[in-house]
């Protein structure tokens, strides 16, 4: 190797032991503050309030705590629902929280939100480097800084073993299954939502297969022991209103029973009044009567008494039915909206994995004509845009954002021709 070739080498191998160093104080404060949130970037939101009676500052937990931006890039904020935080700095989605609380809860002074960075969507690496993979974000990354973290230039003596590639198979594979999984469960989480009798598994998949045989009877088992479960409790408390309603139709009965033998009674003790003023009988018979419907009025007394507490006791199981049929469906809600999330991320980790296998597969291939040709790097960056990949020219001083996929590609060329003059040069 010539020494001009030494020196480039030398050069771009202290260049990345430059980069790798400064990646421990790149990050700064003020470039988090102002920087767009990610989707997947996890916060830690923290609302207090200033009381001016007591003069104490008095913290909302209830509202705070830590979230992650969902994959569409929106946070959903109790009591405020979701935010859209695509175009927002963290500094800014707290001035809004702020402002949106005051609104909705109609306070004179707005609370203070503030909103912390805990960990941003990872950078991804692949191709030509020595350890291709994902790395933990910073603000102000740059690519030459992700290369570094990376190991640096993939060298014909460190190219991706045999090993790694079928790390990465199994990987890819590992991925495919969890896949299959969520797939299924999602299918059964939204036959529940929709109350259907049959679950509509997706049509691609291969019901042939045994593995996906076997996940598809496993959700079936399970989609039926909750429906059964959910009819049982519905069926009990329906039964229960049933009782309550016949125990009332058996009151009412009775009060009108009791109605009609407090008219008769009546009726008695006008005839005996009228009896007693002409001297036709004793006042000891009227008293008799007066007592006999005195008992029948305090009998529709308890009769009524207890048709109120049946009625009262209908409404409550009428209640208690609704509020099982609306836990089922906030329940569900919930576990599919989760199980949704968790797709999304496993398919862009298997997107992730499958450019690395590829790139590793290539490596392999190409490892020994590498070693006799000059190289050079070249670089792209693969960036998410609603919901579109594109792809970026870039150089070593290209700043990269939460989720970026750095392409680094080795190009090769034939060793350059030795000059003439040097070779006269030589003895």
């Known amino acids: 190797m010539s020494s001009v070739l030494k020196v480039k080498k030398i050069s771009r191998h202290a260049l990345l032991c430059a980069a790798l160093l400064s990646t421990v104080c790149f990050s700064s404060p003020v ?103 994902q790395y933990a974000f910073q603000p102000g990354m740059t690519v030459v800084q992700v290369l570094a973290l990376a ?27 969890d896949i299959l999984r969520l797939t299924t469960r999602i299918a059964r989480l939204k036959t529940e939502y929709a109350r259907a009798t049959d679950i509509v598994f997706p049509p691609e998949l291969d019901k042939t297969d045994p593995l996906v045989a076997e996940i598809l009877a496993q959700e079936q088992q399970i989609f039926q ?55 036709s009988a004793t ?24 048709t109120m507490t049946a009625r009262e006791n209908l409404n409550n199981s009428q209640r208690q039915l609704a509020k099982l049929q609306d836990e089922q469906q906030s329940d569900t809600a919930g576990q599919l909206q989760q199980e949704q999330a968790s797709l999304e991320k496993l398919m862009l980790n298997q997107t992730a994995t499958m450019r690395m296998l590829r790139q590793s597969v290539e490596s392999d291939q190409n490892t020994i004509l590498a070693r006799t040709m000059t190289t050079s790097l070249a670089y792209s960056i693969v960036r998410q845009k609603d919901g579109q990949a594109t ?17 680094v590609k080795l190009q090769m060329g034939l060793p350059p021709a030795v000059p003439v003059a040097e070779i006269s040069a030589k003895p």
Do not use: C
């Not at 929106?74 to 707290?94: E, N, R, Y």
């Not at 609370?111 to 350890?131: D, E, R």
């Not at 190991?151 to 495919?176: H, P, V």
């Not at 022991?225 to 009775?254: C, P």
């Open 31 to 133: 470039l988090a503050a102002q920087m767009s949130l990610a989707p997947l970037t996890k916060l830690r939101l923290t609302v207090v309030q200033f009381t001016a009676l007591t003069g104490d500052y008095k913290r909302w937990d209830a509202l705070g705590g830590d979230m992650d931006v969902g994959p569409d890039g929106t946070l959903s904020v109790p009591i405020l629902g979701p935010i859209d935080v695509t175009a927002m700095s963290a500094d800014q989605l707290g001035t809004e929280i702020a402002s949106r609380l005051q609104a909705k809860l109609g306070l004179l002074e707005a609370p203070n939100a503030t909103v912390q960075i805990l960990a941003y969507p990872p950078v991804y690496v692949v191709g030509s480097v020595s350890t291709p993979g």
């Open 225 to 279: 022991a909750h429906v059964n479960e959910f009819a049982r409790q519905q069926t009990g408390l329906t039964q229960l209103a049933e009782l309550y309603d016949a125990e009332i139709d058996a009151l009412q009965q009775k009060a009108d029973a009791v109605d009609e033998q407090i008219t008769q009674a009546q009726k008695q003790v006008d005839v005996i009044t009228g009896l007693v003023s002409a001297g």
């Open 283 to 306: 006042m000891s018979r009227l008293n008799d009567a007066e007592r006999a419907l005195a008992d029948l009025r305090s009998r529709n007394l308890d009769n009524v008494i207890a």
């Open 151 to 177: 190991g640096g230039e993939q060298r014909a003596d460190s190219a991706s073993s045999m090993s790694e590639t079928i790390k990465l198979q199994s990987d890819l594979d590992s991925f495919g299954n």
């Open 391 to 407: 792809v970026l020219d870039a150089d070593e001083a290209s700043i990269l954002q939460p989720g970026d996929l750095v392409r």
